[in-house]
């Protein structure tokens, strides 16, 4: 006898939702634990460290570049970029370079401007200063610490026009191949877009090998339809060991969603017609993913975006949006 006939009909939609509920708490179980296995919450390894370095530093930084920074500020801040200094030495001094540059740096602005009142300083830390090696060349870093006129700070920008212009594109050129200078022009300005505490934590892997994509394609499930035309794939990471607190376990999607949105308008920018193509993966399409060695265990998937040349005639959905009121409040 089926197991339908002996259940009440009644008690179908609970089991319905009971199935749900299931589901989305093996989803979220399987974020937790994705958050606590990649994030740098109970980590002391080279990661941790350069992201420990970089927010420090940038603590440091954006402490000097209020109005009046308190003479004195920052002492914990400045306790552990010296104890993370030292943890730095461990690892491989070329992949911790840029950090501990720029860290070094900031301890450079940080003691400059402390020069007539280092008396606020623990002697300690200004000792350790002191000791450190290559003071003089973290001015190779590419950190400074600016000002600029009211006039030099704004261009003049067309960005109205890269908004209302952009649309998501499904029909490409499948003629046309995408250089590395081509990739790298794309992405440049991209790095510029803000993530927190400057933890630049995002990635992007292009990809442009023709079954490549189309095996990636089948993981993802709102390409039905133009899957066979699309010539490039580009995948937006995050990568979670650039977190440190609980409360980050939503930030990789933020800072990530605002490098995708960036590398979007610089398509447009440079002429490429793009569709960013939603990571809503169930925990199979998200596990499988990592078994083509694209992406490393500790980054999370922010989106899929397709893009290529655009044919001659470009034809896009409408997509009208809701009239401007629905989007704002103002509390005057
Ligand atoms: C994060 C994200 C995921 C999306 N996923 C898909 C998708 O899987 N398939 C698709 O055809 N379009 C996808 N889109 C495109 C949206 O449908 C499109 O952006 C929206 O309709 C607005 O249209 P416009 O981009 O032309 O302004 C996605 C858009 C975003 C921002």
Not at 12 to 35: G, S, V
Not at 155 to 162: E, I, N, P, Q, S
Not at 300 to 326: D, H, Q, W, Y
Request: with cysteine.
């Amino acid at each position: 006898m089926s197991i339908k006939k002996v259940i009440p009909k009644a008690i179908f939609p609970f089991l319905k939702n009971i199935k749900d509920y299931i589901n989305f708490i093996n989803h979220a179980l399987y974020d937790f634990n994705r958050f606590i296995k990649y994030s740098s919450i109970f980590k002391n390894d080279s990661d941790s460290v350069i992201t420990w370095l970089m927010q420090d530093s940038h603590r440091i930084e954006k402490g000097l570049s209020l109005k009046n920074p308190k003479k004195g500020f920052g002492k914990d801040v400045l306790v552990r970029i010296f104890k993370n200094l030292q943890l730095a030495k461990n690892f491989d001094s070329n992949r911790m370079a840029e950090s501990v540059d720029y860290a070094i740096f900031a301890l450079g602005l940080y003691f400059n401007y402390h020069k007539d009142s280092l008396n606020l300083i623990d002697p300690k830390l200004v000792e350790a200063y002191h000791s450190l090696e290559n003071t003089k060349n973290a001015t190779s870093s590419n950190s400074e610490h600016v000002s600029k006129n009211i006039t030099e700070y704004f261009g003049d920008y067309k960005f109205d026009d890269l908004c209302f212009d952009r649309a998501s594109v499904r029909q490409f050129d499948l003629s046309k191949s995408i250089s590395k200078e081509e990739i790298e022009a794309l992405i440049e300005p991209v790095i510029k877009t803000p993530s927190v505490c400057n933890r630049q934590h995002c990635r992007v892997k292009i990809i442009t090998e023709k079954n490549l994509v189309l095996d990636l394609l089948k993981l993802q499930n709102g390409n039905r339809g133009f899957t066979e035309d699309i010539p490039a794939l580009a995948i937006v990471t995050s990568d979670i060991s650039f977190f440190v607190k609980p409360e980050e376990r939503n930030q990789a999607f933020v800072d990530g969603g605002m490098f995708a949105m960036s590398l979007l308008y610089s398509m447009q920018n440079k002429g490429f017609v793009a569709c960013p193509l939603n990571w809503s993966a169930n925990i199979k399409n998200d596990k499988a993913l990592y078994k083509f060695n694209i992406l490393e265990n500790k980054e999370s998937v922010i989106m899929f975006i397709a893009f290529g040349r655009p044919l001659e005639t470009i034809s896009f959905a409408k997509s009208p949006r809701k009239s401007l009121k629905n989007f704002y409040a103002m509390y005057e």
